[in-house]
């Protein structure tokens, strides 16, 4: 189990990340547009600069959902492979079977 306070500041991360999406993007296309004025650019830069570091989407982990170990991550079922070892041999994971050989 992860601790407690990694989960939480992750999830704090995601949280901010969806808020200040939409105000990244905006700098983004101003900063890209080679039409922007060196000037407008400069402040779009300057701005995006000044966002807080743990407002952008690359900062969040990708965490299991029910231990919140952040490696061995599977992304389509969004659990670690511990996690997901558990689950599928109860069969609690629809449409997953032990292969065997």
Same mark, same amino acid.
């Given at each position: 189990?992860?601790?407690?306070?990694?989960?939480?500041? %992750?999830?704090?991360?995601?949280?901010?990340?969806?808020?200040?999406? /939409? !105000?990244?993007?905006?700098?983004?296309?101003?900063?890209?547009? =080679?039409?922007?004025? =060196?000037?407008?650019?400069?402040?779009?830069?300057?701005?995006?600069?000044?966002? =807080?570091?743990?407002?952008?989407? *690359?900062? !969040?982990? %990708?965490?299991? *959902? #029910? /231990?919140?170990? =952040?490696?061995?991550?599977?992304?389509?079922?969004?659990?670690?492979?511990?996690?997901?070892?558990?689950?599928? /041999?109860?069969?609690? *994971?629809?449409?997953? #079977?032990?292969? /065997?050989?």
């Amino acid at each position: 189990m992860a601790k407690l306070s990694s989960v939480v500041k %992750n999830e704090k991360k995601k949280i901010r990340g969806a808020k200040m999406r /939409s !105000v990244r993007v905006e700098l983004r296309k101003i900063i890209k547009n =080679p039409k922007t004025t =060196p000037e407008a650019r400069y402040e779009a830069q300057m701005k995006l600069a000044r966002l =807080p570091r743990n407002a952008s989407d *690359l900062r !969040v982990r %990708n965490r299991c *959902l #029910i /231990s919140g170990r =952040p490696r061995g991550y599977l992304r389509k079922f969004q659990m670690s492979r511990l996690a997901f070892r558990e689950y599928a /041999s109860r069969g609690l *994971l629809p449409g997953v #079977i032990k292969a /065997s050989w």
